[in-house]
Every structure is written in structure tokens, then in C-alpha cells.
């Protein structure tokens, strides 16, 4: 048996101090194994990207354990933090490329950290990877001059160019229509799959259920999951929109 | 550590009107600093070129006297005094006045248009004053009655003299005009430029420069030049010529033990070296009067200028890609590179300003120095000295950017 990519163990969360503090996340448990696509649902406010935070070290975890790639976050350092996340790719809701870079400038800004390529090995990944995501006539374009579903595919590669164990994407299609957010979460899952990269995405879109291997569903900030090969989720877990 | 992908300069040169902006408000304060430290400069200089061009080893002042423009006179026997004294060779008294110059071309309206000149009255037998175009041949020419020689670098309200004169000299002809009502003629011309004080120079001999200021009298001369024999110790020499004059001896109490004796009092005489000569006079304008700390004042505003315009554009620019660093850090970048980045705005800002800055400058030098004389050149030194504070102001404005990438918090981003 691997060793899980994620593993979860009681964490809590609060927000605010004195009287306004808040528990927003309880006793959560999860695991996530490598190269697994797990899509999180639930409702607004209950906690996923606070979650999702916690899981890519943007934030300090409180209470709890909280492994991710073998580095435990509780207790961690900023640096240590900073280190870790390098070794995740991240695609956010909005697109957030740099604008005044172009398309494979940007996604060459995720390898800059990894100071063993040279910069022309850096400009052959990312076009590499920016064709993977067709958009090898889009290299050298402006986020400005993109569709976007070409600059969520740009965010993708950037993600995915310096080959993570582990992404995690927050509503990445939200800001899309139905076509082309299919056509984006499909990428995603198929290059994960080619590199054994696990996926952690929250995703209100319920037509993208279908990609995932495993589903957890977050209510007031506890967890539920369900393994979309042996059982079928409950009408509440899917029917958010 | 150099970057396959120069950020700090693709996001400047991605916003290229903002660009354009920061450009031209650092040229701006370049340029203001260029000006104000041009003209402090200028006004030193040109105090001093005549004290420069002096020949001579020891000069005596009266103690009365703060600078050239408001010199005080005093009896030449005391010259005469120091001339018995060890280590001294010969001693030459100058005379200094400030007449109206009449321009002999005014063709405006029928009033005359008139000019405060300094005269230089001194012995045609000495060669005192060593500036260009004033050679023993001039020396000879100003022994004749109401003859004078006058300086080609005054500023042009006295008159188109230059063009004029080598224009009559073809037809063996002389400018003639009045010095304070005095008929002069022109017998030549020599070089040394104007100053703030003095607009413009002439130079005669002492019996003409009696004639011109009636109510001055012989014998009543405002520097003494001493020269010193072939050899001899200035200062044993300085020694001898305070024993050689009546008096007490006093020194400055603000000046340094070296300074001191270079620059002394005996009785009614300030005994001075060449090069304290030079230091007094330099100093009066620097310290005395409000002029050195104007230009001071203008240097530093703009230096201020120049910061606070740098700051609102690092600052527009931070805030503008405050979501976007915030996702460089979530991806991993630390704050260092930030920082980083911040700086190399700056740096790369200071620099594209410095350079038009620095020509506009040099334009307005040479439209300077061609309309008022005065010695406004662009020194090494001061583009240098320019330079350096226009990247100091990038810098400090940079420093108070950057605590603005503090705000960008990658948990904000998701
Ligand atoms: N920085 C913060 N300070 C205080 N409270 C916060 C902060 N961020 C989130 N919260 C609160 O924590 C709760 C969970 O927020 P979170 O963003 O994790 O929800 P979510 O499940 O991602 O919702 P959505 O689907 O709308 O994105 C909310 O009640 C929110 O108000
Ligand atoms: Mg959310």
C-alpha cells in the first residue's frame, strides 16, 4: 500500500480571535491517494477553499495533522511552506497570469524555481506542455489577446509544466461556459493521469462529476466521501449548482 | 541570480504609458538637480576666477573686506612694509572699482543704456593678472591716458564689443565709450567671464583707473599682491611679512591650526596665501549669503520630487500586480523575489530618467553659458554625483513601495 499523497487527521480551523472567533472547519479526515482525482462539492461557506488553503500550505494549519507529500503542516515554518509549494501546481478561479507575460513566459515562471534548467530547456517544457493543452499557435500571446478557456488552459500548463504530484484547483470553470469548461477539466484530468499526478478540485459544476475517482462533500465544514467506483452519492453531494 | 525572464522589466515595459510617465518625472528631477547643482557651481567658479588668475603668492586685504564685490580699500604704504621682509621678491598693488559701463551700440530708445562693470586699476609694470589676452603688450597699451582693456566673456547687455571691435580694428579703428562718465577707449580685449558679482571686467592701469573714480585716491589700493623670491619658504616668508606689520596678531578662532596659517590678522590686514584667497571668497558665496543654500535647497527639492513621484508609480505599479504576486508566492516565490523585483523597477526607472535628464541638461548648460557667460559645464563629477542620487531617490522610493507586496497574501487568492 502507498503512502497516501494527502492525509488529513482532525484538522480544525478558525477564523478571528476573542469573541469573534469562529470554527468554520471540524475534525476533518481525508486521505488522497497518488495519481487519485478527487473533486470536493458542498456548499458556499462550507469550508473548501479554506481547506484547499490549508492543503497547499498557503495557510498555517491550527489544529490537527495535516501530511502533504510527507511534510507534516502543523507547526511548519513559512520557509518550509514556501518549499512545499513548489511541488504543487495550482489553478485558480480566475486565471491569475501574469499579464504582462507572455503565454509560455508564464508557465516558464513555474520552472524558474527549479534553478537546474537552463533557461532554454524552461522555454522547450513550456512549449512542450503549452501544445499538450493546444495552444501551440497561442506561445507567444498576451493573457489580454486570450479567450478564457485559452487562459485557463495557459493556467493549466503552467500548473502542470514542472510535473507536481499534486494540483489543486479551485473552481476552474467556473469563469467558463459548458464547452469549453469540459474541455478544460478534461485536459487537466488526462495530463494528471499521464504523469501520476493526484488532483484536489472544488467544483460546484455538477457535468464534471464524471471525471473524478472519488468525491468528498463538505457541509458546515465536515466531510463526507464517496468512492464514485463502488457507490453512488447521495442527490445532495451532486445536485449543486 | 539572473532570470531566463526579466519581469521587472517586462511589466514596466508592458505599461508603457505609465512608463512614459516615470520617465519624464525622474527626467524631470534629474534635470532640476542637474540645474540646481550647475548654478551653485557656476556661481563658485566664476566668484573665483579672478582670484585664480591672480599672480602672486601672499595677498593682504583689508580686514574689512568679506568678497571681491564689497572689498574694502586700504593705504598701500602697508604693502610697502612687507616688502622689506625675508623671502619676498616684488609686491603690486590692484585697485577695485564699480563704474556704469555705457553700451556705445545702444540703439533703442534715446536713453543711454548703462551697465555696472568692475574695473581692475593696476601697475602696467607688473604682471598681475594672467588671463588670456592680457600679455606685456596690453600692459604697455593701458599706460596711455583713459586706455582699457576689456574682458570678451562679459555678458552681452554691454554692448556686441567683440564683433565690433575686431570689425573697426580692420580700419585701424577703437571703441570708444564711458565709464562712469569717463571718455575710455577700448585698446583691447582679454578673457576671464562674468560672475555673479560682476556682469562684466575691464582692465587699466592705476593712474587711469584713478581717472575714472575721481574720489578714490592714490595710494588707496584694495589688494596687495606679494611674490615671493625664487625659492623662498611661503611659510617662513608669511612669518617675516606678520613680523613686517603693524599691529596685533589675530587669527580666526573657527579656522583649523593648518587654516590658520594660511589666514591671519595682523592690525588692519588680512594676510592671506593664494589658495585661502581663493577658499575666502569661495566660502563668502557659499556661506554669507543665501545663494549656495538656494541652490542647495533646490537640489533637495528636487531629489523630494523626484521620490515622490517614483513611489506613486512603484506604488500604482505594486498594487496593479498585487493578485499576481500573491499567485507567485502561492506557486512558491518568496518574498525576496518580490523585493527584488520591487528594486530592479526602481533601478531600471532611475537609469531610463537619469538619461534624458542628463541630456536636457547639457542643452541647457551650453543655452547658459552661450546667453550669460557663466561656466555651466556638464563635469564628470556632477553626472556623476547626479546619477548617484537619482538611483539613491529610486531606491528609498522603492524601499517604501515594497512594504506594499507585504499585502499580497496567497491564501487571498483561491
Ligand atoms: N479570511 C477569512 N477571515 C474570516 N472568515 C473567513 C475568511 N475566509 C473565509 N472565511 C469564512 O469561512 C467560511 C468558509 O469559507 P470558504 O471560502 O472556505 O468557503 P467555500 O466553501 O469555499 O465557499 P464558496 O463555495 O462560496 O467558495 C465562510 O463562512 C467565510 O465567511
Ligand atoms: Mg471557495
Same mark, same amino acid.
Given at each position: 500500500?502507498?503512502?497516501?499523497?494527502?492525509?488529513?487527521?482532525?484538522?480544525?480551523?478558525?477564523?478571528?480571535?476573542?469573541?469573534?472567533?469562529?470554527?468554520?472547519?471540524?475534525? *476533518?479526515?481525508?486521505?488522497?491517494?497518488?495519481?487519485?482525482?478527487?473533486?470536493?462539492?458542498?456548499?458556499?461557506?462550507?469550508?473548501?477553499?479554506?481547506?484547499?488553503?490549508?492543503?497547499? $500550505?498557503?495557510?498555517?494549519?491550527?489544529?490537527?495533522?495535516?501530511?502533504?507529500?510527507?511534510?507534516?503542516?502543523?507547526?511548519?515554518?513559512?520557509?518550509?511552506?514556501?518549499?512545499?509549494?513548489?511541488? *504543487?501546481?495550482? *489553478?485558480?478561479?480566475?486565471?491569475?497570469?501574469?499579464?504582462?507575460?507572455?503565454?509560455?513566459?508564464?508557465?516558464?515562471?513555474?520552472?524558474?524555481?527549479?534553478?537546474?534548467?537552463?533557461?532554454?530547456?524552461? $522555454?522547450?517544457?513550456?512549449?512542450?506542455?503549452?501544445?499538450?493543452?493546444?495552444?501551440?499557435?497561442?506561445?507567444?500571446?498576451?493573457?489580454?489577446?486570450?479567450?478564457?478557456?485559452?487562459?485557463?488552459?495557459?493556467?493549466?500548463?503552467?500548473?502542470?509544466?514542472?510535473?507536481?504530484?499534486?494540483?489543486?484547483?479551485?473552481?476552474?470553470? $467556473?469563469?467558463?461556459?459548458?464547452?469549453?469548461?469540459?474541455?478544460?477539466?478534461?485536459?487537466?484530468?488526462?495530463?494528471?493521469?499521464?504523469?501520476?499526478?493526484?488532483?484536489?478540485?472544488?467544483?460546484?459544476?455538477?457535468?464534471?462529476?464524471?471525471?473524478?475517482?472519488?468525491?468528498?462533500?463538505?457541509?458546515?465544514?465536515?466531510?463526507?466521501?464517496?468512492?464514485?467506483?463502488?457507490? $453512488?452519492?447521495?442527490?445532495?453531494? *451532486?445536485?449543486?449548482? | 541570480?539572473?532570470?531566463?525572464?526579466?519581469?521587472?522589466?517586462?511589466?514596466?515595459?508592458?505599461?508603457?504609458?505609465?512608463?512614459?510617465?516615470?520617465?519624464?518625472?525622474?527626467?524631470?528631477?534629474?534635470?532640476?538637480?542637474?540645474?540646481?547643482?550647475?548654478?551653485?557651481?557656476?556661481?563658485?567658479?566664476?566668484?573665483?576666477?579672478?582670484?585664480?588668475?591672480?599672480?602672486?603668492?601672499?595677498?593682504?586685504?583689508?580686514?574689512?573686506?568679506?568678497?571681491?564685490?564689497?572689498?574694502? /580699500?586700504?593705504?598701500?604704504?602697508?604693502? !610697502?612694509?612687507?616688502?622689506?621682509?625675508?623671502?619676498?621678491?616684488?609686491?603690486?598693488?590692484?585697485?577695485?572699482?564699480?563704474?556704469?559701463?555705457?553700451?556705445?551700440?545702444?540703439?533703442?530708445?534715446?536713453?543711454?543704456?548703462?551697465?555696472?562693470?568692475?574695473?581692475?586699476?593696476?601697475?602696467?609694470?607688473?604682471?598681475?593678472?594672467?588671463?588670456?589676452?592680457?600679455?606685456?603688450?596690453?600692459?604697455?597699451?593701458?599706460?596711455?591716458?583713459?586706455?582699457?582693456?576689456?574682458?570678451?566673456?562679459?555678458?552681452?547687455?554691454?554692448?556686441?564689443?567683440? +564683433?565690433?571691435?575686431?570689425?573697426?580694428?580692420?580700419?585701424?579703428?577703437?571703441?570708444?565709450?564711458?565709464? +562712469?562718465?569717463?571718455?575710455?577707449?577700448?585698446?583691447? #580685449?582679454?578673457?576671464?567671464?562674468?560672475?555673479?558679482?560682476?556682469?562684466?571686467?575691464?582692465?587699466?592701469?592705476?593712474?587711469?583707473?584713478?581717472?575714472?573714480?575721481?574720489?578714490?585716491?592714490?595710494?588707496?589700493?584694495?589688494?596687495? &599682491?606679494?611674490? #615671493?623670491?625664487?625659492?623662498?619658504?611661503?611659510?617662513?616668508?608669511?612669518?617675516?611679512?606678520?613680523?613686517?606689520?603693524?599691529?596685533?596678531?589675530?587669527?580666526?578662532?573657527?579656522?583649523?591650526?593648518?587654516?590658520?596659517?594660511?589666514?591671519? &590678522?595682523?592690525?588692519?590686514?588680512? &594676510?592671506?596665501?593664494?589658495?585661502?584667497?581663493?577658499?575666502?571668497?569661495?566660502?563668502?558665496?557659499?556661506?554669507?549669503?543665501?545663494?549656495?543654500?538656494?541652490?542647495?535647497?533646490?537640489?533637495?527639492?528636487?531629489?523630494?520630487?523626484?521620490?515622490?513621484?517614483?513611489?506613486?508609480?512603484?506604488?500604482?505599479?505594486?498594487?496593479?500586480?498585487?493578485?499576481? !504576486?500573491?499567485?507567485?508566492?502561492?506557486?512558491?516565490?518568496?518574498?525576496?523575489?518580490?523585493?527584488?523585483?520591487?528594486?530592479?523597477?526602481?533601478?531600471?526607472? /532611475?537609469?531610463?530618467?537619469?538619461?534624458?535628464?542628463?541630456?536636457?541638461?547639457?542643452?541647457?548648460?551650453?543655452?547658459?553659458?552661450?546667453?550669460?557667460?557663466?561656466?555651466?559645464?556638464?563635469?564628470?563629477?556632477?553626472?556623476?554625483?547626479?546619477?548617484?542620487? +537619482?538611483?539613491?531617490?529610486?531606491?528609498?522610493?522603492?524601499?517604501? +513601495?515594497?512594504?506594499?507586496?507585504?499585502?499580497?497574501?496567497?491564501?487571498?487568492?483561491?
Amino acid at each position: 500500500m502507498t503512502e497516501p499523497i494527502i492525509s488529513i487527521d482532525r484538522v480544525n480551523h478558525y477564523f478571528g480571535s476573542g469573541n469573534l472567533k469562529k470554527q468554520i472547519l471540524f475534525s *476533518i479526515h481525508a486521505d488522497v491517494d497518488p495519481g487519485e482525482v478527487v473533486i470536493m462539492t458542498g456548499p458556499s461557506g462550507s469550508g473548501k477553499t479554506t481547506l484547499l488553503t490549508l492543503i497547499g $500550505a498557503l495557510r498555517s494549519t491550527q489544529e490537527g495533522s495535516l501530511k502533504v507529500l510527507g511534510e507534516e503542516l502543523r507547526n511548519s515554518t513559512e520557509k518550509q511552506r514556501v518549499a512545499l509549494r513548489r511541488n *504543487i501546481g495550482y *489553478i485558480f478561479q480566475s486565471h491569475n497570469l501574469l499579464k504582462s507575460l507572455k503565454a509560455k513566459q508564464n508557465v516558464m515562471m513555474a520552472l524558474e524555481l527549479h534553478t537546474h534548467l537552463s533557461s532554454q530547456e524552461q $522555454a522547450d517544457m513550456a512549449e512542450e506542455m503549452l501544445k499538450a493543452v493546444g495552444l501551440e499557435d497561442r506561445m507567444n500571446y498576451y493573457p489580454d489577446e486570450l479567450s478564457g478557456g485559452q487562459k485557463q488552459r495557459v493556467a493549466i500548463a503552467r500548473a502542470l509544466v514542472s510535473n507536481p504530484k499534486l494540483v489543486l484547483a479551485d473552481e476552474p470553470t $467556473a469563469a467558463l461556459d459548458k464547452k469549453s469548461g469540459r474541455d478544460v477539466v478534461e485536459i487537466m484530468r488526462s495530463l494528471a493521469k499521464d504523469r501520476g499526478s493526484a488532483i484536489v478540485m472544488v467544483t460546484h459544476d455538477n457535468r464534471i462529476l464524471d471525471v473524478a475517482d472519488r468525491l468528498i462533500h463538505m457541509e458546515d465544514g465536515e466531510l463526507e466521501s464517496y468512492d464514485l467506483e463502488t457507490q $453512488a452519492p447521495p442527490e445532495r453531494a *451532486i445536485a449543486l449548482g | 541570480m539572473l532570470f531566463a525572464i526579466p519581469l521587472a522589466w517586462l511589466q514596466l515595459k508592458r505599461e508603457r504609458m505609465r512608463l512614459f510617465i516615470a520617465i519624464a518625472g525622474i527626467g524631470f528631477a534629474v534635470f532640476l538637480m542637474f540645474v540646481q547643482l550647475g548654478f551653485r557651481d557656476a556661481l563658485f567658479n566664476s566668484a573665483i576666477r579672478l582670484h585664480e588668475n591672480v599672480n602672486g603668492d601672499i595677498m593682504l586685504i583689508s580686514t574689512r573686506s568679506n568678497s571681491l564685490i564689497s572689498i574694502q /580699500s586700504f593705504p598701500q604704504r602697508r604693502l !610697502y612694509g612687507v616688502l622689506g621682509a625675508e623671502g619676498v621678491d616684488k609686491i603690486s598693488p590692484i585697485y577695485v572699482g564699480f563704474g556704469l559701463w555705457k553700451n556705445p551700440f545702444w540703439e533703442g530708445l534715446p536713453k543711454s543704456q548703462t551697465r555696472q562693470i568692475m574695473i581692475l586699476g593696476i601697475d602696467p609694470n607688473d604682471d598681475v593678472i594672467g588671463v588670456s589676452g592680457f600679455d606685456a603688450n596690453a600692459r604697455s597699451l593701458i599706460r596711455l591716458e583713459d586706455q582699457i582693456f576689456f574682458d570678451k566673456k562679459s555678458r552681452a547687455e554691454f554692448g556686441p564689443i567683440p +564683433a565690433k571691435f575686431s570689425e573697426l580694428e580692420k580700419k585701424n579703428e577703437l571703441i570708444t565709450t564711458e565709464i +562712469a562718465d569717463r571718455k575710455v577707449t577700448i585698446a583691447g #580685449l582679454f578673457e576671464l567671464g562674468a560672475s555673479f558679482g560682476a556682469d562684466g571686467n575691464t582692465i587699466t592701469s592705476e593712474a587711469n583707473f584713478l581717472r575714472i573714480f575721481t574720489r578714490r585716491d592714490k595710494g588707496d589700493i584694495n589688494i596687495g &599682491v606679494v611674490k #615671493l623670491k625664487e625659492g623662498a619658504d611661503l611659510y617662513k616668508t608669511l612669518e617675516a611679512v606678520k613680523k613686517s606689520l603693524p599691529g596685533k596678531y589675530t587669527v580666526n578662532p573657527t579656522l583649523t591650526p593648518s587654516e590658520a596659517r594660511e589666514d591671519f &590678522v595682523v592690525g588692519e590686514m588680512r &594676510v592671506l596665501t593664494k589658495k585661502s584667497f581663493i577658499e575666502v571668497e569661495r566660502k563668502y558665496w557659499q556661506n554669507s549669503t543665501a545663494i549656495g543654500f538656494i541652490f542647495t535647497l533646490g537640489t533637495v527639492i528636487g531629489f523630494l520630487v523626484g521620490i515622490i513621484i517614483v513611489y506613486q508609480i512603484l506604488y500604482t505599479d505594486v498594487t496593479d500586480h498585487l493578485a499576481e !504576486y500573491a499567485t507567485l508566492k502561492a506557486m512558491g516565490y518568496k518574498n525576496r523575489y518580490l523585493l527584488k523585483i520591487v528594486f530592479q523597477e526602481a533601478l531600471i526607472l /532611475s537609469i531610463m530618467g537619469y538619461i534624458p535628464g542628463c541630456i536636457l541638461a547639457s542643452f541647457m548648460y551650453t543655452g547658459t553659458r552661450n546667453a550669460t557667460a557663466l561656466p555651466l559645464i556638464m563635469t564628470t563629477e556632477r553626472s556623476i554625483l547626479v546619477l548617484f542620487l +537619482a538611483i539613491t531617490m529610486c531606491l528609498v522610493s522603492g524601499a517604501i +513601495a515594497v512594504r506594499k507586496v507585504q499585502d499580497a497574501d496567497p491564501a487571498d487568492i483561491f
